[in-house]
């Protein structure tokens, strides 16, 4: 039987382009549905964080800051920041560049996520936030039938 499950997980960032690996998590939640093949969405609320897959570990986590401090600057100016005073729009700009949303296929009850590959939230804010991440299955519900 095809089902939909939901949860919200829920993370404390520091901000300033904090990179944290929520696979664990998304894990645990994904095998506590006992869904054995469908598809997972994962959504972070919000308009400065964003969502991706890397390898976390130092080196990479490293790199892929000094890449978005290339590509959007936080030491220029931003219409955003003269109209709201935030100072935050370059993390705008950079989770638009990443994006808010990933699609992970589970197969055998499992993410299927290549042997380096881990879930990431990035935290590019110029503060500490709580940050929501809506999780969504659409598979077959093993609980149910």
Same mark, same amino acid.
């Given at each position: 039987?095809?089902? /939909?499950?939901?949860?919200?997980?829920?993370?404390? #960032?520091?901000?300033?382009?904090?990179?944290?690996?929520? #696979?664990?998590?998304?894990?645990?939640?994904?095998?506590? #549905?006992?869904?054995?093949?469908?598809?997972?969405?994962?959504?972070? !609320?919000?308009?400065?964080?964003?969502?991706?897959?890397?390898?976390?570990?130092?080196?990479?986590?490293?790199?892929?800051?000094?890449? /978005?401090?290339?590509?959007?600057?936080? %030491?220029?100016? $931003? %219409? !955003? %920041?003269?109209?709201? &005073?935030?100072?935050?729009? $370059?993390?705008?700009?950079?989770?638009?560049? *990443?994006?808010?949303?990933?699609?992970?296929?589970?197969?055998?009850? #499992?993410?299927? *996520? &290549?042997?380096?590959?881990? /879930?990431?939230?990035?935290?590019?804010?110029?503060?500490?936030?709580?940050?929501?991440?809506?999780?969504? /299955?659409?598979?077959? %519900? *093993?609980?149910?039938?």
């Amino acid at each position: 039987m095809t089902a /939909i499950q939901s949860t919200t997980l829920a993370f404390k #960032t520091p901000g300033h382009n904090d990179v944290q690996d929520i #696979t664990p998590a998304v894990a645990e939640w994904v095998a506590a #549905t006992g869904v054995r093949s469908g598809l997972l969405s994962l959504f972070v !609320h919000g308009s400065t964080a964003a969502l991706t897959t890397i390898e976390f570990e130092s080196g990479v986590v490293a790199d892929l800051k000094a890449a /978005i401090e290339r590509m959007a600057p936080d %030491d220029i100016p $931003y %219409d !955003h %920041d003269r109209r709201w &005073g935030d100072g935050n729009g $370059y993390a705008h700009v950079r989770a638009a560049l *990443l994006g808010p949303s990933l699609t992970i296929p589970i197969t055998d009850g #499992t993410l299927a *996520l &290549g042997t380096w590959q881990q /879930i990431v939230l990035v935290d590019f804010d110029n503060r500490p936030r709580h940050r929501q991440i809506v999780a969504q /299955i659409v598979g077959e %519900d *093993l609980k149910r039938g």
